[in-house]
């Protein structure tokens, strides 16, 4: 029972660790706040653009949510729904990050 606690932690930090290491990088690099904006998602390049958001979205999508609550534009709900969300993204994400470091390992050893 307790191994699962241990699995599930780890994988939810590994989600965390990712997307913020990836989103202090592109925010030192771009000097702006992380955002669904330029210069972070983008039309003229999409692919970057799903990278970004798949890896740094948890914390984008608090971001904008943080910012709609200051401006008065939602409430406590939305922004705990949003939370709630991009804690399950960043699960998701350590999933990713924590079955490619595997796959990484077997090729190595």
Do not use: H
Request: charged share 10%; no cysteine.
């Amino acid at each position: 029972m307790m191994t699962g606690v241990w699995i599930v932690s780890f994988v939810f930090v590994s989600g965390l660790v990712a997307g913020g290491m990836l989103g202090v990088l592109l925010e030192m690099w771009s000097g702006r706040r992380l955002a669904f904006a330029e210069p972070f998602v983008t039309m003229r390049r999409p692919l970057r653009s799903v990278v970004l958001a798949a890896f740094a979205g948890p914390f984008m999508l608090f971001n904008e949510a943080l910012e709609a609550f200051r401006a008065r534009r939602v409430g406590w709900t939305t922004v705990g729904s949003s939370a709630a969300l991009a804690m399950t993204w960043a699960f998701l994400t350590g999933i990713v990050v924590v079955d490619v470091a595997f796959f990484l390992g077997g090729l190595i050893s």
